[in-house]
């Protein structure tokens, strides 16, 4: 591959000598006389180095100039300073502003050429560091999402596919599933990569407190306020900003989002200068925004801002394929931070759990496998070691009736058993509340409550 180097000089003669000397080492040389036409071609075309004169015409600092350009343009782009005024200052100087060398005139025409080759080996070598990071985190940052099944298969590109996007994306799924894991996958895999990534729980703080966190607020501008605070726009500067559970956001502050979205300018709270960010903004909640805005709990030109690329993450039992290899994973997780060796997990355990509904998603199968961990003898995950309501589950899966026995069944003692067992893990995973547990079931309150008496489960 041929190599493309640009020359920019106001003085001809110099210009055609860098032709001529860099043209014999097969480098490809444009030269021009001054700084526009530089920059119109690099706007235009990717060269390997530039090489720019300091002073051109009547402009003593034109070449910091480019340097400026090329900075925040083609920033992989190297630069060599040349000039016949140097000094220690001016080298410093030009170095700051993005210049991977600096030459005095009149040069050697080997010292030029070396500049040129170790400027583009120093490059290359660069890009090459910056792929290989790259598809460590690709590897690293996807193999966190477990599991084989479709859903995730498709979750994983999904998130390749919009990760180097500057639009917003809005995660939709259960409690439970992942949705941080997923913000972080897409954090992970964007050039934003290097910056921060931020998180914060909308719903974890009350609406004064909350401005504050995001904003950021001056001295003296509420109760409390000793001493300036950067908000977390500020702290994610250049990175991203993860703004979990959305629909808790109180409407007031969603107008300020609005604004923040709109201008990229934050206001602290009691400050009248605005800061200029550069921030990603990725949403997540458990609830449906679509409703919310029918009913007037959430704006509707907020939720089209944050609503351009939706990904929904599968609920754990829309993926029951993926739950002994996330068994395994966890298991692995847990035994090794408690300073266990190798656990295996029986067979009739990694049934339960797979016949399991987890309403809870991911996070509940990790919080099981954590206290079966704990309680396991010998290095051997048990479903004993499991808690009642994951076995009762599958006693009830166990005993399921595929066709009708010759001698007949007791239909009624079977199906009052497989809705003890939903009712009791319904009533435990929403701590008692018959609304939702009902919810769950897909009952009414009042078919619930029949169905409590009738199994003589009012006391639970």
Request: contains cysteine.
């Amino acid at each position: 591959m041929q190599h493309r180097v640009l020359v920019v000089d106001d003085e001809s003669s110099m210009r055609e000598l860098l032709e001529i000397v860099l043209a014999k080492d097969g480098y490809e040389v444009i030269a021009l006389p001054n700084v526009n036409d530089a920059i119109e071609r690099l706007s235009k075309e990717a060269f390997d180095v530039v090489l720019t004169d300091l002073r051109m015409g009547t402009e003593r600092d034109a070449g910091m100039g480019l340097l400026e350009w090329i900075t925040a343009n083609n920033p992989t782009t190297p630069a060599i300073m040349m000039t016949a005024y140097g000094s220690v200052e001016t080298a410093i100087e030009a170095m700051k502003r993005g210049a991977v060398d600096y030459i005095m005139k009149p040069f050697k025409n080997d010292e030029v050429r070396l500049q040129v080759q170790r400027a583009i080996e120093q490059r290359n070598l660069k890009r090459e560091n910056q792929a290989l990071r790259k598809d460590q985190a690709n590897r690293g940052k996807l193999e966190n999402i477990v599991g084989k099944s479709r859903p995730v298969e498709e979750l994983r590109e999904m998130i390749k596919r919009v990760s180097d996007l500057p639009s917003t994306v809005a995660i939709y799924g259960e409690s439970g599933t992942g949705k941080e894991l997923v913000a972080r996958g897409i954090h992970a895999l964007s050039s934003r990569s290097p910056k921060p990534f931020v998180a914060v729980n909308c719903g974890g703080f009350p609406e004064n407190l909350l401005e504050s966190e995001l904003f950021g607020h001056k001295k003296g501008s509420f109760t409390g306020a000793y001493d300036d605070k950067e908000g977390l726009f500020v702290v994610a500067d250049g990175g991203t900003l993860f703004l979990d559970e959305i629909g808790e956001m109180p409407m007031a502050l969603q107008v300020k989002l609005l604004r923040v979205l709109d201008n990229n300018v934050v206001y602290p709270v009691g400050g009248t200068q605005g800061i200029k960010v550069d921030v990603r903004i990725i949403s997540a909640t458990n609830k449906k925004l679509d409703q919310m805005v029918k009913e007037g709990a959430f704006r509707e030109d907020l939720y089209y801002r944050l609503n351009v690329i939706p990904i929904h993450v599968p609920a754990l039992r829309d993926r029951a394929d993926d739950i002994p290899l996330l068994t395994r994973a966890f298991v692995a997780t847990h035994a090794a931070k408690m300073g266990r060796g190798p656990i295996q997990t029986s067979p009739e355990a990694e049934s339960a759990l797979q016949a399991f509904n987890w309403p809870g998603n991911v996070r509940e199968l990790m919080n099981v496998l954590e206290r079966a961990v704990a309680l396991c003898r010998d290095n051997k995950l048990e479903i004993t070691d499991l808690p009642p309501y994951v076995r009762e589950i599958a006693g009830t899966a166990a005993h399921r009736v595929e066709s009708l026995p010759d001698k007949g069944f007791d239909l009624e003692k079977y199906v009052a058993e497989i809705e003890t067992n939903l009712i009791q893990q319904a009533l435990q995973n929403t701590k008692y509340s018959q609304k939702r547990a009902a919810g769950l079931l897909g009952l009414t309150a009042r078919s619930l409550r029949y169905r409590l008496k009738k199994y003589g489960l009012e006391s639970d």
